[in-house]
Nanobody, 122 residues
Framework: QMRLAESGGGLVQAGDSLNLSCATS????????MAWFRQTPGKAREFLAA????????KYSDSVKGRFTISRNNAKEALYLQMNSLKPEDTADYYC???????????????WGPGTRVTVSS
């Protein structure tokens, strides 16, 4: 069974950094395109960043470009999101996602994790 599991969320202050992880199981991680999304209550899930299977292509939303960095370790079958200069508006539930391509993973991912909550206080 394919599964994704996020970790690393928590309560931080504005300006702090946080590194999220996404552990995977049951899927061929090395050939999967991966992404991070976030969601706040009452709003649609927002795409943040995506990375190709070999890490040669990354894509970011304008809202996090320059502050967040997506990376992956195919040997550990893990995905990461380094978040710097956090702002209160970054408060959300953060999700990792998997797809067959950048187009798929940024629009209609095939698999989601349960999410991890990030709260940024001012």
């Amino acid at each position: 069974q394919m599964r994704l599991a996020e970790s690393g969320g928590g309560l931080v202050q504005a300006g702090d950094s946080l590194n999220l992880s996404c552990a995977t199981s049951g899927l061929t991680f090395s050939t999967s395109t991966m992404a991070w999304f976030r969601q706040t209550p009452g709003k649609a899930r927002e795409f943040l960043a995506a990375i190709s299977s070999k890490s040669d292509i990354t894509k970011y939303s304008d809202s996090v470009k320059g502050r967040f960095t997506i990376s992956r370790n195919n040997a550990k079958e893990a995905l990461y999101l380094q978040m710097n200069s956090l702002k209160p508006e970054d408060t959300a539930d953060y999700y990792c996602a998997m797809g067959e391509s950048l187009m798929v993973v940024t629009t209609t991912p095939r698999l989601w994790g349960p999410g991890t909550r990030v709260t940024v206080s001012s």
